[in-house]
């Protein structure tokens, strides 16, 4: 496992991988503690694998050794391979942009059985809920889908996702995500400030600039879905 693969995995997987290595004090340790941590704990166990090999094999090894930030990933099967899912029932926001969030979630296997038994079930869905104002739209899923790229109608607004389904025209929740606030489209302007200015801070040329400004409806913005391939 490298470092630049570590670097892609969010966190909470980061957080997983070094409880499964036995790890210890991983829940109060931030991304760049846990990836070196990680590091550390695979360098031991490649040293360990080194010991225990007779030297003939030590001297053909030494001639494949990199290192750490150079390593190549292996050829075949990951040695530290990432589960698909972690079984258990969670829903996780993760802010993009001012309009765009990744959301990623799962159903623990005993619950979303019960779910399919529900003799009312009616459609899975995530209800996303703007906290100023309250409000909510709900968007179908399907049991397969893991993961969405999310619109979001409203910048420098707080957000929070509702994992759930539809029974007899009722919601009934699975499980609440993380609240995000949404950035600022723009620097606050003091002055006055131009549209050149904020097309430059936003990156983005003007006319883009203007056009992105108008108020768009979640419903006219195709959501974008992320489905964790099924052996």
């Known amino acids: 496992m490298t470092r630049e693969r570590l670097q892609s995995i969010p966190i909470e997987e980061l957080t997983a ?7 210890e004090s991983v829940d109060s340790a931030d991304r760049a503690e846990l990836i070196e941590a ?8 490649r040293q360990e694998r080194e010991e225990g090999n007779s030297p ?35 829903v996780v926001l993760m802010i993009r942009d001012p309009h765009w ?42 049991w397969e889908d893991s993961g969405w790229y999310i619109y979001l109608p409203n910048a420098d607004c707080e957000y929070c996702l509702d994992l759930g389904y539809l029974a007899a025209g009722r919601f009934k929740l699975l499980a609440r995500s993380n609240t995000i606030r949404t950035p600022r489209e723009a620097v606050a302007e003091a002055g006055g400030g131009d549209e050149q200015e904020r097309s430059l801070f936003l990156g983005v040329k003007p006319e883009a600039l203007e056009a992105a400004s108008r108020p768009m409806s979640s419903e006219a913005i195709p959501q974008r879905i992320l489905s964790a391939p099924r052996e």
């Open 17 to 23: 991988l070094a409880r499964s290595a036995g790890l």
């Open 38 to 45: 990680l590091l550390e704990s695979y360098e031991e166990l």
């Open 56 to 90: 003939s094999i030590r001297v053909e090894e030494k001639k494949y050794e990199v290192a750490a930030d150079e390593e190549l990933e292996p050829s075949g099967e990951d040695p530290y391979p990432l589960p698909a899912r972690y079984n258990e029932t969670k």
């Open 101 to 142: 969030a990744f959301a990623y979630w799962d159903i623990e296997a005993q619950k979303a059985q019960r779910v399919r038994k529900d003799a009312n079930f009616e459609q899975l869905v995530l209800r996303v809920r703007d906290c100023e104002p309250s409000s909510s739209f709900d968007i179908p899923i399907q």
